[in-house]
């Protein structure tokens, strides 16, 4: 019989980078959910240690790098520590999501019914986030990081999060590793709340706006990805193609720093075919 998650058997991880002034709403969400939170760290320019209230400091194990190592690297952190500290679940939240402190027992309503799930996950909504009176569930090629609950006992077998990705696709690349021995469903309700980045609109189009060195991560990592997973997912490959080229286009008419933007695109496609 499933053992399922609860406040003492679950750890959060919780990688930051510069969080904002709202990372204090976060700290004390995380712990309504669960009783320790690993929070690892990747080079802030101010200490996040001093976003802990003193009250809460024995919830807390704060990981710090001098550098930002990427999201991979910092979730590995994360991972070891469950595994070291018997940690039977692991949920991962982005440093800018709220969830709601009942995210627990919605995942344990789906598991209790449910057998070998290795990862369940959740949409967001910029909105006000409702609890919902009823959860339901559909299985899902990729999930995003925040708001995912992990099995701990997965990594022996799947291993652990690429931290040759660094940042974009990471999500993507672990999920679909998982798939091939596990569920992965997702609960159609949104369980946390999210702001997007900054997007900008023009003409009517609107783009992420995201800075030329993610674009060099988002392009290389989307043909790493494209490479690696084709065999398997065709379809969805085709799909992640069709929307990537839509968004360069998106780039080139709506953005500023076009040029550069677009340099590092292409730069990250041809590093993308040196690497596996």
Known sequence: ???????????????????GPGFKNQIERYVEIADKTIIVDNGSAQDVALYIPKDLDKHFVV?????????????NQGVLYAKNNNYLYLLSFDQDSLPIHEILDCYADVLCHIDNIGLIGTCFTEQKVIIPSNITYSSKKTLITSGTLHSVKIFDEIGLYDEQLFIDSVDFDFVLRVRKKYRVLCVNQPLIYH??????????????????????????????????????????????????????????????????????????????????
């Open 1 to 19: 019989m499933t053992t399922l998650p609860n406040y003492f058997n679950t750890i959060i991880v919780v990688i930051t980078y510069n969080p």
């Open 63 to 75: 990981v710090k790098s001098s550098q930002n190592r990427g999201i991979a690297w910092g979730l």
């Open 195 to 276: 702001e997007l980045g900054s997007p900008i609109t023009k003409y009517g189009i609107t783009s992420s706006n995201h800075s030329a060195i993610r674009r060099y991560y988002m392009s290389r990592n989307h043909l790493l990805i494209s490479k690696r997973y084709w065999k398997n997912y065709p379809l969805w490959v085709l799909k992640k193609n069709v929307l990537f080229f839509c968004a360069i286009i998106k780039m080139i008419l709506v953005e500023n720093n076009m040029k550069e933007k677009l340099l590092h695109t292409v730069q990250g496609l041809r590093d993308a075919f040196n690497l596996r």
